[in-house]
């Protein structure tokens, strides 16, 4: 593929993970906005421990077969028919799996009642398991226009389905609605987008060509899963199961600014460098030139959700969610790590480096399951506050790891990360003291959150404009050239 071209499908890839992922989040926010009032901590923090063991089950039937797909070169039809059959089979197997264990892990976490939601969650493994190929073959054709509308539709049935449910006093059941919902249609919709039909084939030599690479990949997706969820298990097994559900409810909202501001650009980054990894010079560049947007969107809006983490976690979800309010504003803490994170792993999979990110995924789910351990008596803050020191404490490792493998230093990403970092840190000052007189006159409620934010947003682009000149230009004029690239090519 031309550079120029690819460019330019980058660009297009970009704009549409952004309304796919913008439309999403509006609409999906919405819908747990609507949940969070309707059930209880209990219901979500069940619900939690039980789709963590069907999540994992997920990755272990994909077995990292999707990546390999993405990034075979040669778009290889009998790999492609014969990953489509190694993750059915992987999938019955596993999903049966979770189902018989399911006694079990209940006994482990002390919670009998999660047997019957993950019995039904442990079906839709093998179900799920049917669009994985053919969503990985759009995405490696830079689909992400298809992969918008699928997403949209699946999410407006599947919510309004939950919430109906929810209404109904379904309790945690309304969420297993939603997720089998959102499951089928979205076979429906991957199978009607890329026409497909995988042939009555298996080649053995083919799947072990990739699985180096693949198996690697599913164990690091594994790890990449609990690093975030393990917590979860800390808290239900040492805390309650109603801490679980304010703990989920305070990442859902760091989740729902990295779907914001980072998975768009996470998403394009994988395929884009793909294509670059045999250029280091251009690799290194479409690297960092994405690292740069990723912070100069994150860092605003982790850094004033914590200023003004009660308001608005009091606003979307009610009273009852007070302590999911303090548990996030702890989590932001971790901004330069998390929007660092995001990038690195992308980048070494688009290399082939799946033995260093498991390496480095295996350092950190240890790290935080050690540290968690170490603060679960002490409540569920101090578990979030282990999260975020396990952070720093392992990002030199991963920094130096990445620079062996791609040559690409700490200096250069700091340089792209620095300037919206430093901004931010001047809203977070201008946020601390403005809010106790914006509450004095305007009172708390959305009137004050929509000025806060307004004030935010202008301390931190005013910063940027006046002490980084050069490094707001430097990313206008990267993104005008592909923009002007995009309506050309429309237009002919």
Request: proline letters at 4%.
């Amino acid at each position: 593929m031309e550079r120029s071209e690819l460019k330019h499908k980058t660009f297009q890839a970009v704009v549409w993970a952004l309304v796919r992922i913008g439309s999403t989040n509006v609409l999906g926010f919405i819908v747990f906005a609507v949940m969070a009032r309707v059930l209880s901590p209990h219901d979500f923090g069940l619900f939690a421990l039980a789709i963590l063991v069907v999540d994992v089950a997920r990755i272990v039937s994909t077995a990292g077969l999707s990546d390999a797909i993405t990034r075979d070169p040669h778009n290889d039809e009998i790999l492609a028919d014969t990953a489509f059959w190694a993750n059915i089979g992987l999938a019955c197997v596993v999903g049966a799996v979770a189902w018989v264990l399911a006694p079990i892990y209940a006994w482990v976490i002390e919670q009998p009642e999660i047997v019957p939601v993950l019995h039904w969650l442990a079906v839709l493994v093998p179900i799920s398991a049917l669009s994985g190929i053919h969503t990985a073959r759009k995405l490696r054709e830079f689909g992400h226009k298809a992969i918008a509308v699928r997403t949209i539709v699946c999410g407006a049935l599947g919510g309004g389905a939950a919430i109906a449910a929810a209404i109904a006093g379904f309790g945690v059941w309304s969420l297993v609605i939603q997720t089998a919902i959102v499951d089928v249609v979205g076979i429906v919709f991957a199978w009607q987008t890329y026409r497909w039909w995988p042939r009555l084939r298996f080649d053995t030599r083919r799947l072990r060509d990739v699985w180096g690479f693949s198996g690697t990949m599913m164990l690091t997706q594994v790890l990449g899963l609990l690093l975030t969820r393990i917590q979860d298990l800390v808290i239900g097994r040492f805390i309650s199961v109603a801490a679980v559900g304010s703990y989920r409810i305070a990442w859902r909202m760091i989740d729902l600014i990295a779907q914001t501001t980072i998975h768009p650009l996470v998403g394009v980054s994988f395929v884009t460098l793909t294509h670059l990894q045999n250029d280091p010079e251009q690799f290194r560049k479409a690297f960092l030139r994405m690292l740069g947007l990723g912070a100069l969107l994150t860092f605003p809006a982790i850094c004033g959700f914590g200023v003004l983490a009660d308001d608005i976690v009091a606003l979307l979800f009610g009273p009852k969610w007070a302590a999911s309010a303090a548990i996030a504003r702890v989590l932001t803490l971790m901004a330069i790590p998390f929007c660092m994170n995001f990038f690195l792993f992308p980048a070494l999979a688009a290399m082939g480096r799946s033995g260093t990110i498991a390496r480095s995924s295996i350092v950190q789910t240890l790290a935080t399951l050690a540290l968690s351990l170490l603060a679960a008596p002490y409540g569920v803050q101090w578990v979030a506050a282990a999260y975020v020191l396990r952070t720093y404490l392992t990002m030199p490792y991963h920094l130096t790891l990445f620079k062996r493998d791609t040559g690409i230093g700490i200096v250069s990403m700091m340089r792209a990360i620095m300037p919206p970092f430093l901004a931010s840190q001047a809203m977070v000052v201008a946020l601390w003291l403005i809010a106790p007189f914006l509450r004095s006159v305007l009172g708390g409620g959305a009137v004050f959150v929509a000025v806060a934010v307004s004030f935010g947003c202008a301390v931190f682009a005013g910063c940027l404009l006046l002490f980084a000149e050069r490094y707001v230009r430097s990313n206008v004029d990267a993104l005008l050239p592909l923009w002007k690239g995009r309506r050309a090519h429309v237009v002919e």
